[in-house]
């Protein structure tokens, strides 16, 4: 993605935000609202940097276009879906400004994923819980080094992990609100 189509798009996101066009809950735009990933694709299209065929729930197409990873525009799209309501419309242009033109991604689905079981072992109220966020934190640091654990590893791991997830969102709100400033901060290093 070049510079000039991430200042395009960020001043597009602006644009949904003053126009009050966020909506949680559809990607689709109805009515001239739709929910960040939908307002995002709507705006790729406009300015030519996706078919008018594309899904506006196409997460895969926009993750191509900002650059950035299919997982951080998923992130995205969750955050935005738990963010309180006057707190979603200014999201988007948030986590736009946070992304590097041209920077490498390539490890940013790991590092969020150490961030976010990090925040689950500090949250963690019960032993075996941290436990298993420990785990987890373990796994994915054996994969930032280069030395990628077997399957079975990992499906162990989430296997017990639903248990920890399920603590995590607990704090609905705060949680999102952590994944908001976590990503952006990622996305800017």
Not at 170 to 184: H, I, K, N, P, S
Request: hydrophobic letters at 40%; charged letters at 30%; proline letters at 3%.
């Amino acid at each position: 993605m070049t510079s000039d189509t991430l200042t395009t798009l960020i001043e597009l996101a602006d644009a949904h935000q003053a126009a009050d066009e966020y909506e949680a809950g559809h990607y689709e735009m109805r009515e001239g609202r739709a929910c960040s990933v939908g307002c995002s694709i709507h705006s790729a299209i406009q300015i030519g940097v996706l078919p008018k065929s594309t899904s506006y729930g196409n997460h895969k197409a926009l993750a191509r276009v900002l650059g950035i990873t299919e997982t951080a525009v998923r992130l995205q799209d969750q955050i935005f879906e738990g963010l309180p309501k006057p707190e979603q419309s200014a999201w988007t242009p948030r986590m736009f400004r946070s992304i590097r033109s041209g920077a490498d991604y390539s490890t940013l689905d790991t590092r969020i994923a150490i961030r976010i079981i990090d925040k689950g072992i500090a949250d963690a109220i019960r032993d075996d819980v941290r436990v298993v966020w420990t785990l987890l934190r373990s796994l994915y640091d054996r994969r930032l080094r280069g030395d990628e654990p077997r399957t079975v590893e990992w499906d162990a791991a989430s296997r017990q992990a639903d248990a920890a997830s399920r603590q995590a969102a607990a704090a609905r709100y705060d949680y999102w609100r952590w994944c908001a400033d976590m990503l952006c901060e990622e996305l800017a290093r």
